[in-house]
């Protein structure tokens, strides 16, 4: 009882759904009775072309004559012309194959109860094509029978495709019952991953879901650049209709419902099989050949061929096909699946993927008038064959690129494999060269910082070490200028060390640590040159064993620094001036950082002071508010004299906090 009561509520809902898109259909051809003939023509033959668009748009096709009088208005020989129509436009069709889908998508909340909806609505919506048929009468270009099956197909079909969805999504008993019967035939007939069967399925549903939008998305793209394009063309074609407003808004109603099948067109063009309008016509990526066409302004939009070029559009699909597939299969299990299976899902989907393409290509193919133009549209089997080509095996490769582990494919390497160790040493050898790189342009920040400048100038130092931050500086003599030369020569050259360091202590890296202090930044940019041999050596703190070596009070150069030529009178006087002029600049520079931070100091002091200050207000006014605040922990004490029947003993009770004060 549940599931006829079911059906004959989704019958009515069906029937409400195609009187509604008799009604879409029925405005604008009363508008143009209305306007344009004056009532003049007869109510049943608006009757009958209202009944035979909606039919139209539901995949039933049309037929009727053209009197020679009428031939002959139109430019063509004055003889009789026989016209079929049979390129439905799909706007209607795609809102009642929606309008079907929400409904069957609604009965499958209500588990087995609401198989019957879709049944009922095939019915509901049959009776009206039924009507529809009767009332187009003569129009009708097939079987009576063909002409009511197909409309109750076009909106029951989806609506037991949106039942059977909601029924696997929320796993009814009845899908599970199904299911597992068919994984136990499968087990009996030895399919060793039969009770992975639901598993699969659904990625190989999900990934075809995912190309099919893919196509879809990309053909919407491509018809809307084509608008964009041959916007001048279409604004041509307008106005050479020569129509008032009505025509205007009419024509664009009627290019409006014939829109998916320009998506479809433009999806067939992608793929390289292209669309044709008309005999002997063709619209392919590489060329485009076309002859006399409808006056549609929608027409104008049609792309020239780009020749060579005409392969980009196949491949831009490829690749997005490669993207979606890598996305999918990183995604979900299907990267650790086994690699028979990685393959045969992306190349399943692609299969499926086309056969649908090749029956929306098939609603997209049909005639548009007499003679030649009774064949546009795609092929097929054609259209469908290149998209699941190009669709599965552009996932395929996806898949495939998600699963590739460099790392593994290194290890599984063996070693006694000639070149294995340049190939196992390459990552170390990249990661030593970003490391000099990373070096060189620490270095360049900072500007030349070697002694002497130049090529021969030694390497800058190693990239900072976070785990030395905690070793010691090196020591150098206070009250020494040239200790100041020395620190100041270290800070910018990480090659010069100190007397007595060896050249393995920290050669100024932690003085490079602070070269984001702004007191020490403006000597970064400073290269002090050492001081030759021939002048007095720097005063420095000496390692306990450094007293042996004979040379500790002079400065090591680095490596591949150069050696210091002999000293003259004349460069030692230089010298002795710039190292004069040195020690002035770096006395004034240290008096300018005792200044500052003097400032800083006091600053900070002030700071400090003003905090006791806040803070010694806020502790007076605490205790003000505290001082007469009412608190149950306060009592006082009262005589017990007044009470008969009690002890003297002194009580207590609760009070202000004045009253314990004294207040």
Excluded: N
């Excluded at 990309?218 to 009505?246: N, T």
């Excluded at 998916?260 to 392919?284: D, N, Q, R, Y």
């Excluded at 600049?585 to 200050?613: I, K, Q, S, W």
Aim: proline share 7%.
């Amino acid at each position: 009882m549940r599931s006829f009561v079911t059906a004959v509520i989704a019958a009515i809902e069906a029937a409400a759904v195609a009187l509604a898109g008799v009604i879409a259909v029925a405005i604008p051809v009363l508008l143009i009775w209305i306007v344009t003939f004056g009532l003049a023509a007869e109510p049943a033959a608006v009757a009958s072309w209202v009944a035979g668009i909606w039919l139209l748009g539901h995949l039933v096709p049309l037929g009727f004559t053209v009197p020679a009088e009428s031939a002959l208005a139109f430019g063509l020989p004055p003889e009789a012309l026989q016209v079929g129509l049979s390129l439905a436009p799909l706007g209607i069709t795609l809102l009642t194959a929606a309008l079907g889908a929400r409904s069957g998508w609604r009965f499958g909340g209500r588990g087995g109860a609401g198989a019957s909806g879709p049944l009922g609505g095939a019915i509901g919506f049959g009776a009206i094509a039924l009507i529809a048929t009767l009332v187009a009468g003569p129009l009708v270009a097939a079987p009576r029978w063909l002409a009511v099956l197909v409309p109750a197909l076009v909106y029951g079909a989806p609506a037991l495709l949106g039942f059977l969805v909601r029924a696997a999504r929320d796993e009814h008993e009845w899908w599970d019952r199904a299911i597992g019967g068919t994984q136990r035939a499968l087990d009996h007939a030895g399919l060793r991953s039969a009770a992975a069967l639901r598993g699969r399925a659904a990625l190989v549903a999900r990934l075809c879901g995912i190309l099919l939008a893919l196509l879809i998305g990309l053909a919407a793209i491509a018809l809307a650049v084509a608008f964009v394009v041959g916007y001048a063309r279409i604004i041509e074609l307008s106005q050479s209709l020569q129509m008032d407003p009505l025509g205007s808004i009419l024509v664009f109603i009627a290019q409006l419902v014939a829109l998916p099948i320009g998506v479809l067109w433009a999806a067939a063009w992608l793929t390289g099989g292209g669309f044709a309008i008309g005999v002997g016509t063709s619209v392919t990526p590489f060329e485009t050949l076309l002859g006399p066409l409808p006056a549609l302004p929608i027409f104008g939009a049609i792309p020239q061929g780009w020749g060579a070029l005409g392969a980009l559009p196949p491949a831009i699909l490829a690749l997005a096909a490669i993207a979606a597939g890598a996305v999918f299969a990183r995604r979900t299990d299907l990267r650790r699946a086994s690699w028979p299976v990685a393959v045969i899902i992306p190349l399943l989907a692609g299969a499926f993927a086309g056969l649908i393409v090749a029956g929306l290509s098939a609603l997209a193919t049909g005639s548009i008038g007499p003679d030649r133009l009774a064949s546009t549209g795609s092929s097929p089997w054609l259209v469908g064959g290149l998209a699941a080509a190009e669709l599965g095996i552009g996932a395929l490769i996806g898949v495939s690129a998600a699963r590739f582990d460099v790392a593994r494919v290194r290890e599984a390497i063996p070693e006694e494999l000639p070149g294995s160790a340049a190939v196992r040493g390459m990552r170390e050898r990249v990661s030593e060269r970003v490391g000099a790189v990373a070096a060189s342009v620490q270095g360049a920040r900072g500007g030349d910082r070697s002694p002497r400048g130049g090529a021969d100038a030694p390497e800058q130092a190693p990239e900072r070490d976070e785990s030395q931050d905690d070793l010691p500086t090196l020591p150098i003599a206070e009250g020494s200028e040239d200790s100041l030369i020395a620190a100041a020569y270290s800070s910018a050259s990480g090659s010069v060390s100190a007397p007595g360091s060896g050249g393995g202590g920290p050669r100024g890296d932690d003085r490079l640590d602070r070269l984001d202090d702004p007191d020490f930044a403006d000597q970064e940019t400073d290269v002090v040159e050492p001081l030759p041999r021939g002048d007095a050596p720097l005063a420095a703190e000496e390692s306990p064993g450094a007293a042996a070596e004979s040379e500790a009070d002079e400065w090591e150069l680095g490596p591949d620094a150069e050696a210091s030529p002999e000293a003259t009178p004349d460069a030692d006087a230089e010298l002795g001036e710039e190292a004069e002029a040195e020690r002035e600049r770096l006395a004034a520079r240290r008096a300018a950082r005792e200044a500052r931070a003097a400032e800083r100091a006091a600053a900070a002091e002030a700071a400090r002071e003003a905090e006791d200050r806040e803070a010694e207000r806020a502790a007076a006014e605490s205790d003000a508010l505290l001082a007469y605040s009412w608190d149950p922990s306060v009592v006082t004490e009262e005589s017990s004299e007044s009470v008969p029947d009690q002890d003297s003993s002194p009580r207590r009770k609760l009070g202000w906090r004045g009253v314990r004060r004294g207040r």
